[in-house]
């Protein structure tokens, strides 16, 4: 491979590395204007604390409740399923908090949330604090009931999923609203609160977001979103409005809470980020936790337009729970319509994302461990490549045969440039060698790399998950400290692997010093580039390097040394002298009489 084809491919591993870089380090943001906070009841929970309010924001109107109503105290209701335990508050007639017990540490969504999931309020960035009693309740469900000022009734009906497509983290939500006044009643925004979500911990490199999807043109916006550009101005808060809204919701790095509906629907969404307090929790000397962000927002209905006694229905589902493909799949399959499985945002490798998470849970399945379905997965994709990598691999080596000749045309051409490459090129083409054929595997891994690191971003099933001295496949193996500096051993290893590697490939004779000093470089870039995020993604790369070891010395023992040889030029004529092509496939004729005798000229040859 000539010096430009190492330049090209080099600078574009590069300039994804930086971008990955620029992505997981850039989350320092500047201290955003809270979200303006109702007063707290005697009843908030502990983990939500009071924010200043903002000075260039003011929060529209909450709607108050009715006075007979407002001093009911608050009830809170738990309903469980083995799998969540869902709380359920009066105040706000909604999910207050959902404590997913299936995780290693017993998640709870929602613990930084301003009110309840589902509650209603008139206005963007507001929720209300209407009194809402039970009217129904059982182990698997629970119904509130609530009259505003203006008489609506709004009747909220919660239960859990059953049959096909059914999911414990998934929550029936069935909404009415009746119109109960002595005239008719029109609105054009009632919004529902879809909760609050924040990292695991304040030095988390993946940040929480707000998410949304029209009708399959999913997108998500982080709290790094609402930064500082480089150009200045600071954007405070998401506002848009859609045609065929199906589900918005907050999302973190592993989980996820959304409201969903059935068909499309005009909607409307609004969300913006607060600091979180962690002034009396374990975080409060972590340096990172004054700037610690969550995020949260709401989606609204379409205008409600209600006569007098006339009532309007809603087909809302809740999911509360881990973002894993295989499970959100489940539930579209049965309720394609929701679309669920578009929360997974992998971007333009959203394929191979889903083939990989596919193939890898199918090694879990067999084998219990996600290290060792890393392992294998690898050794699947390379082995496919391994033709692509043999013919590489010779087109290296015979590349380091050519060298000589092209040492030779480097210095009878040293001063005429152009002409020193016309005549490389017209020697690659004589010998039929492909000067960029060894970075072709490379080419080829790039989006194989970027879509295990797409998919490692949001893989909730390796949270937790150990393997080896590993403690979880999701962060960075940390085995200690030296000098306040971690110590991850894989990434290490990774590097190692990756020079070893580098010393059993074949590199042309012609490779220069800055040639050599770029691919020196490489295995420190990825080392930057995995050293921090999770490590499952430095053991794929690392037992691809022992695969590439591995392919290099049966290569070099069993395989066939190639030879260089000239290519046979291509025969342009005829045996008679005629060009070949088209005009020799036409039909002979007999030509004019030759003179002197000997029959007529011919075009074949007797």
Known sequence: MDRKAWIVVTFCLIGMGLNGWWMMTHQQPQKVAPAPVAAPSNNTPATTGTQPSTATTTSPKIEAATPEVASVPEQKVELNNGLVTYTFTTKGGGVLTAKLLDTKDSVILNSHGKAAVGAISGAAKSWDDLSYKIVEQDSKRIVFEAETPEHLVYRKDYSFTEGNGSDPHLLNYALSITNKSTAKITKDSLYIYTGAASELRPDEIMKSGFCWNDAGDADTKDTNYFNPGWFGGQITEIRKDFQRLRWAGVISRFYVMLISTKEDQLGKVWAEPFIIDHNNDEFKNDPKAAKDMAIHGGMSLPPIDLNVGESKSYDLRMYFGPKIYRDLVKIDNTDPDRQHRYVMFYGWVTRICQFLVWLMRVFYDALGNWGIAIILLTITVRSCLWPLQSRANNSMKRMGKLSPKIKELQAKYKDEPQKQQTEMMKLYKEYGVNPIGGCLPMLVQIPVFYGFFSALKYAAELRGQSFLWVNDLSLPDTVGHVFGIAVNPLPLVMVATQYL?????????????????????????????????????????????????????????????????????????????????????????PGPPRLGGGGTKSTRND
């Not at 580039?529 to 392919?551: D, E, K, P, V």
């Not at 190639?562 to 046979?568: F, I, T």
């Open 501 to 589: 590697q580098m010393q059993f490939t074949p590199q042309p004779q012609t490779t220069d010093n800055t040639q050599k000093n770029l691919m020196k470089f490489m295995p420190l870039m990825f080392l930057a580039f995995c050293y921090t995020f999770a490590s499952a993604l430095a053991l794929y790369w690392t037992t691809t390097n022992i695969f590439g070891i591995f392919q290099a010395v049966v290569q070099k023992r069993y395989g066939k040394d190639p030879e260089l040889e000239k290519v046979a030029p291509v025969n342009t004529t005829s045996p008679s002298g005629s060009t070949s092509g088209s005009s020799s496939k036409k039909k002979d004729k």
